[in-house]
C-alpha cells in the first residue's frame, strides 16, 4: 500500500509539472501519450539554418507552440529534479522532448562522425552552447544541459563565458576536471588553476590558439564579468576563427584587443537593448558569419525576461550587420569547408 500511494503521488507531481501553463497555478494533466514532438525535430533537421523557407518557419511555429506550454518552473525542475522525473518529463513534455533529442543527436554524431581534414562540425546544443569539432580536437562553449557531463569524453577543452546558470554546467566542468582536461572560465575557484582568468589571456590546446578578454554582461546590478573567447582552430581546420562572446555587452572599447581581427564566425546573444549588436558587428571586427543565439532559454519566463521566442530570432537576425546572419536551433549541425559554412 505505501509503494502505491509513493508511486501515485510521483505521477501526480508528473502530470502537474506536464500541464504546467504560464500560470504556475493551473495545473492539469493534459497530455496522456509520448511525446511526438522528436519527429519534429527530425523534419526540423532536414531543413538548413541557412534558409529560412516557409517549411523551416511552419516548423518553428510547432516548436514555439510546445515551449509556449512550458513554464520555466517546470524548466527547472527538470534540471534539478531526479532521474524518474526527468526521464517521465522528456517521455511526455514536448519542448523537454526536444531538448533531449537534439542532445542524443549531436552526442550520436561526437562518436560516429570525424571531420575531414580541412572540416570543421559545428553543433548548436542549446541556448548559446556549442560543439565544435575539427579533424584532431573538439571543444564545448557555455554548455548549459542536464546531460552535459555525458560530452567530456569527446571534448578536450570545455569554456564557459561567465558564471551565470545559463552558461555553465557544473558537471561537465567536474568530468573534465576528473578527466585532468582544461576548463576556461573566469570565476572557477582552484587555488593557481591556470585555466582561470579575470583578465585577458592566451591559450593553446592541442591546435587551438585561444585568445580570452574580458567584458561586463551589463551595466546593472547583475553585473558579472564575462569572457569572450576567440578560437583559432587551428591548420587542419582551414584555421577557422571562431569567437563567442556569450552575454556580453557590445561595448566597443572592451573589444580593442579584437579590432580588426580576422573573425569567420561570431556567436553572440541577442541583446536585450535592441540592435546593440551592431555596436561591434562591421564597427569593432567584420565577421563572415554570425550566428545569433540565446533564443528560446526555457529558464526564463517569458519575453520580457529575456525568453526570445524563434520569430524574434529570425527578426534580429535580418538586421545584424553581417549579411551572412542566422539562427541555428538545437541539434543542428553546420559544416565549415572551403573557406565558407554549409
Known amino acids: 500500500m505505501k509503494l502505491y500511494l509513493k508511486l501515485l503521488s510521483a505521477a501526480a507531481v508528473v502530470a502537474g509539472l506536464l500541464a504546467c501553463s504560464r500560470n504556475d497555478a493551473d495545473w492539469v494533466v493534459s497530455q496522456q501519450e509520448p511525446s511526438r514532438a522528436p519527429e519534429t525535430m527530425e523534419s526540423l533537421w532536414k531543413t538548413s539554418p541557412l534558409d529560412v523557407d516557409d517549411v523551416r518557419r511552419g516548423l518553428f511555429s510547432i516548436i ?28 511526455y513534455n514536448d519542448i523537454l522532448a526536444c531538448y533531449n533529442a537534439a542532445f542524443d543527436r549531436v552526442l550520436d554524431a561526437l562518436a ?6 580541412g572540416e570543421v562540425h559545428i553543433w ?5 552552447g556549442y560543439v565544435v569539432r ?22 578536450d577543452f570545455y569554456a564557459s563565458t561567465h558564471v551565470h546558470q545559463d552558461h555553465r554546467c557544473d558537471a561537465l566542468a567536474d568530468a573534465m576536471l576528473a578527466a585532468g582536461k582544461p576548463v576556461l572560465t573566469n570565476y572557477l575557484d582552484i587555488a593557481g588553476y591556470e585555466y582561470t582568468s579575470g583578465e585577458a589571456k592566451d591559450y593553446s590546446i592541442g591546435n587551438f590558439s585561444i585568445h580570452s578578454f574580458i567584458t561586463n554582461h551589463n551595466n546593472g ?26 552575454d556580453s555587452n557590445f561595448l566597443p572599447g572592451q573589444y580593442a584587443s579584437v579590432k580588426d581581427d580576422k573573425i569567420d564566425i ?36 517569458d519575453p520580457d525576461s529575456s525568453r ?3 520569430e ?5 537576425a535580418s538586421l545584424l550587420d553581417c549579411d551572412n546572419t542566422y539562427m541555428p536551433f538545437w541539434g543542428e549541425k553546420l559544416v565549415w569547408k572551403d573557406g565558407k559554412l554549409q
Do not use: K
Open 112 to 117: 560516429d562522425e570525424a571531420p575531414a581534414d
Open 221 to 246: 546590478e547583475s553585473n558579472v564579468p564575462v569572457t569572450v573567447f576567440r578560437i583559432d582552430c587551428g591548420a587542419d581546420a582551414g584555421n577557422l576563427v571562431l569567437m563567442h562572446s556569450g
Open 64 to 91: 514555439q507552440s510546445y515551449a509556449d506550454t512550458c513554464a520555466s518552473m517546470t524548466f527547472s525542475r527538470f534540471l534539478e529534479g531526479e532521474d524518474w522525473l526527468a526521464s517521465s518529463l522528456v517521455r
Open 134 to 155: 575539427t579533424a584532431s580536437g573538439s571543444f564545448g562553449i557555455d554548455i548549459y544541459h542536464r546531460r552535459g557531463a555525458e560530452l567530456a569524453p569527446y571534448l
Open 312 to 316: 524574434q530570432g529570425l527578426t534580429r
Open 266 to 301: 561570431y556567436i553572440p546573444r541577442y541583446a536585450p537593448n535592441e540592435l546593440t549588436e551592431n555596436n561591434v558587428i562591421g564597427q569593432v571586427f567584420t565577421p563572415d558569419y554570425v550566428l545569433l543565439s540565446h533564443i528560446l532559454e526555457l529558464s526564463h519566463s
Open 124 to 128: 548548436m546544443l542549446y541556448n548559446m
Open 308 to 310: 526570445w521566442t524563434l
